[in-house]
Structure formats: C-alpha cells, structure tokens
C-alpha cells in the first residue's frame, strides 16, 4: 500500500475537476427532482436561463430567478417519474476555463428516460431473464454555466440551458 | 516543439484520473466480454454487488466474490452479441473523491447496443450510403465502485452496480 | 471570495484536460459541419482515418489526408441538418496518455440525432407543454486519435475513427 506526502498533494482535486463535479451533482438532483439539493448549487441570486436553440441563434423561454425559484421549478413543475421510472441526464464533452475564482463549462447533454416493466403477477415466466424495460433519450441541448469560488466552493452564477427540440406553451 | 520539466511533471496523470480510468477500462471489457480484462481490475477478493433501485431504495440481485467469479461471469453468462452487433458501456457525470489510497467513484451509466445491417448479396443498391444499422440503449442506472491502491496500482474493491430496469429471474 | 496563489497554479489545465478539450471541440465542429473548425485542430499535414470495426478486427473505409480534404469532407460531404434538426456527437470513457509532447486518446462514441416537432398553424394545443420531438442514437464506435504539443498547443496528428455499423457504398 502506498501512501506519501506527493499522494496526498495530487488527491486534491484540480479546480476543473472541483467545477465539472458542480455540474455533477446538479444532474443528480435534476434526476431525483430534488429541488433542495439543486438551488443550493447556486449562489443565493443565481439564474437558470432557458433557451431553444444552438450555435448563434437562440431564443429565450423563461428565466429562473433566485434559489426559490430553483427550488420549486424542480420540485414542483417538473413532470414527476412514473412508476418504475427513473431520469439521467447526462453531460460530455466538457470545455472547461477556470480563471481564478471564476469559471465557465460548456457542456452537450442528453437526457434519458427510463421505464422498468412490472413483474407478472404470478412472476416471471421461463425464458425471461435478466433487465425488462424500456431507456430512451428524451432531451438533448448544452449546459453553459458560470461558476464562481466562494469561501472556497464552486457555486452556479447562471446556468444557461440550450434546447435542441420545440418547446411548447400552449396557446402560443 | 515544446517540453520542459514542467511539462512532464503535468503529464503524469492525476489521482482522479488513474481512478476514472479504471472505470474506462472495465467498460471497454465488459463490451468484449473478455472477464479475464475485467477481473484483474480488481483486486484477488474483490465484488461486484449488483442491485435494482435508484436514490435510497435498493433491493440487492445478486453478489459476485473474487476474481474467478466475476471472469466467468463476464465471459460465460452475459449474453453474447449478435452477428454485426457491439456495445457500449458509457459512463457520466463522475463524482470521484479520492482519500490517499483510497478512492470511490460515483457515475451514471447506459448501455447501448448496436446491429449494423447486413450487406445485400449482391451489394448496396444505388441511393444508399453511409452507415447502416441501428444503435440503442438497453440499460441505465449507477456504477459506484470503491478502490484501492496497491503497489502504484488503483484497484476496484468493490463494484456497486444499481440498475434502473426491472431484472426478471424467472419463477420469481 | 478566495483568490490566492496557489489557487492560480491549479486553474492552469492539465495536460491530459487540454487534450480531451481538443477532442470536445472537435465534436462541436462536426455537430456544426463547420470543417474550418474541426481542420484547425489538425496539424497541417493531420489525417482522419475512418475503418469498420471493433476490438482486433478492423477494415478500412477510407482517409481524409491533409487539413484541406478534413474540412471539405465535413463542411460539404456531411448530410445537412433537417429543419429544426441538429446532432450531438458524444464521447465517453476517456483513457488518455500523454508522453511529453505526445498523447493518444482512447474514447467511445454515440452520435445522437435531434429533430423537434414543428409548431401548428395556430399555436400548440391546450395539453401540450415542453419539449417535443424525438432524440436518436445514429452512430456509434470509437475515436483514437494521436495528438502532438506544437507551439503549447495539442494539435491531432491522426484521427482514428471506427465504427460499429455498417458502411454502404452503393454497388460495392
């Protein structure tokens, strides 16, 4: 086993590191429409700024203003799991700039949604075996945002969100 | 051409990385299905732990022990790929926390399958170009292993694999 | 607000990151089908190299040779985006080397496909709200490419490319 003064240099996390995992968890909560946990990645006053589009041109949908609106949008206006279902949303490719104690990431993501098949009520039938049910990419855009270092840790200034497909208001 | 000192002590590759690339590597088996690969990325008592659930809830399937195990079990028991056919363990949105010579891993993952088409006998028709075959994801949940390093070496200790699919074992 | 010393030290990228983010950025350029892009991350002399298969067993496709056969390939021999469509091409699973003034990348692939739904004549429809249209898996398979240190920056010698599907040519 090997355990040294340099090991335990390296071990720190890279500010990069310390960032993309901002965005880490953020997926995590977006997945356990947990809204609590989401907001608090954001500074007090941070945004979500919604757009469709890509490249150059973008339109914006909505703002999120302040970590209650945060909060509650995830919590409370996302379309909860069905039964047996669960969300990932999914992050690549990172372009990552890190200057001092302010960042930015660009990031591509795609959700996905997944549905487990119910078990039978008199079990499974010989021949089945193994995962039953159904994973399908749902969403797909970027995930642009700004982070700033406070008493040491990253925080969300704004998330830019960028949509690929048609966002739909009714009415509108 | 640039390469000094400071460039090579960059070049050697973090703590974080050595341990995310061990997860790159157990993917990269897991769709060869080559166990042998798999299993000497862990160490001679390590364990897959292979569960059903997501966030708190869990229901545990089953428990691979030891190096033996888990080589056949990737090599025997999981389902070949058919003619023309792949996959492709991916993984995201690491969380990796890493304290001296010990190290744990948190990551999503969905497995994609992918069929290429089979060439017409007596070649492709005019019109067509290009790829042909279709790409899509089978499983999704959680890879969260736990490791250790052993003589410079990061080994797996434990694989916690949480699968978002309902697992059919039939008569149950 | 933290800034100190140490703090600048680590917000320089490591080596392993700048090579991944030429890799990020070449994937923005063909989600792009700028070709302008994607060649700049070439040295002049670059190659792409583009072969069917996996693991052991590969067949070569065919070669872009030279920064000015890459950009006209992607600027003008990539099938166009449909309306309101676009492509995320995504990479997983890193396993990095870098030697000096050299480095190889190993990465999977998927490419996704987008399209979003077009808005009705007269508006969306009471019931309808948020995302609409499809998401698809198209492509999958591997990068490696090889890249050099020029001037402090990491430039792509060769481009490997393998794909999992088929690759129609039509009366071959």
Avoid: C
Avoid at 133 to 140: A, Y
Avoid at 155 to 163: A, W
Wanted: a negative charge; aromatic letters at 8%; proline letters at 5%.
């Amino acid at each position: 086993m090997e355990q040294n003064s340099e090991n335990k240099v390296q071990s720190k996390a890279s500010e990069e590191r310390q960032v993309q995992q901002v965005l880490a968890r953020y997926t995590r909560a977006a997945d356990q429409l947990n809204g609590k946990v989401a907001s608090d990645l954001f500074v007090p006053d941070g945004k979500v700024e919604v757009y469709y589009g890509r490249g150059e041109s973008r339109e914006l949908l909505f703002v999120l203003s302040g970590q209650a609106e945060i909060e509650n949008a995830m919590s409370n206006l996302m379309k909860p799991h069905p039964d047996r279902g669960w969300s990932h949303h999914t992050t690549h490719d990172y372009i990552i700039e890190v200057n001092g104690d302010h960042a930015t990431i660009d990031a591509q993501f795609i959700r996905f949604d997944s549905v487990g098949e119910i078990r039978p009520e008199n079990g499974w039938p010989e021949g089945t075996l193994g995962l039953m049910g159904k994973v399908t990419p749902t969403e797909s855009g970027y995930y642009q945002p700004t982070l700033q270092k406070i008493n040491g840790e990253w925080k969300i200034v704004t998330l830019v969100i960028l949509h690929d497909l048609t966002f739909a208001i009714p009415g509108k």
